[in-house]
T-cell receptor, first 113, second 116 residues
Framework: GESVGLHLPTLSVQEGDNSIINCAYS??????FIWYKQESGKGPQFIID?????DKRQGQRVTVLLNKTVKHLSLQIAATQPGDSAVYFC????????????FGQGTTLQVKP | NAGVMQNPRHLVRRRGQEARLRCSPM?????VYWYRQLPEEGLKFMVY????????ESGMPKERFSAEFPKEGPSILRIQQVVRGDSAAYFC??????????????FGQGTRLTVV
């Protein structure tokens, strides 16, 4: 399954499938990006990050891709599990700035058993 | 080492009252960021503080909102004369250094403010 972030705020996938969550970031000067997972009633939880001098980074079951040309970020989750159901936010940062993160609107991921 | 502690978790205030939200950063963290989250929206930056200093308050409304992070004790976000539009979840995050996120910065569980 694939979403376009702001335009498709909910992504529904079958357990075991791969998920792709997309994000269009706003500032071409941003040089650091993070994906967060937020479960209902909880604070954001760090998933994976990437600096602007990279275009891909892999973690455990997750991969982040960065395309600076079109200011696009994606999060790929392999073998999606019910525990992955949450809202996913991308956030951008300009490291030379005060360090504050600017969050996108978020995508809800629903995993069907 | 306890995580970032926010209290209260839920706060109900009548219009015109004051709301005080507390954030105790992780041990060893001297940088605190406050964010507001409206229902079905992302987190919006409000203010960034270091001990006894406000570094960036570009996201704070001009009136009724203030924040502090004293030398001793938690960071406080204060909202005076609350209105219904202030109803939201307020999150703080702490980090050991400016601009450090990744696995070193953590968010609290948030305070959910409801104005009735």
């Amino acid at each position: 399954g694939e979403s376009v972030g702001l335009h498709l705020p909910t992504l529904s996938v079958q357990e075991g499938d791969n998920s792709i969550i997309n994000c269009a970031y706003s500032n071409s000067a941003s040089d650091y990006f993070i994906w967060y997972k937020q479960e209902s009633g909880k604070g954001p939880q760090f998933i994976i990050d990437i600096r602007s001098n990279m275009d891909k980074r892999q973690g455990q079951r997750v991969t982040v891709l960065l395309n600076k040309t079109v200011k696009h970020l994606s999060l790929q989750i392999a073998a999606t599990q019910p525990g992955d159901s949450a809202v996913y936010f991308c956030a951008e940062n300009i490291m030379s700035n005060t360090g504050k993160l600017i969050f996108g609107q978020g995508t809800t991921l629903q995993v069907k058993p | 080492n306890a995580g970032v502690m926010q209290n209260p978790r839920h706060l109900v205030r009548r219009r015109g009252q004051e709301a005080r939200l507390r954030c105790s950063p992780m041990k060893g963290h001297s940088h605190v960021y406050w964010y507001r989250q409206l229902p079905e929206e992302g987190l919006k930056f409000m203010v960034y503080l270091q001990k006894e200093n406000i570094i960036d308050e570009s996201g704070m409304p001009k009136e009724r909102f203030s924040a502090e992070f004293p030398k001793e004790g938690p960071s406080i976000l204060r909202i005076q004369q609350v209105v219904r539009g202030d109803s939201a979840a307020y999150f703080c995050a702490s980090s050991p250094r400016q601009g450090t996120w990744s696995t070193e910065a953590f968010f609290g569980q948030g305070t959910r403010l409801t104005v009735v």
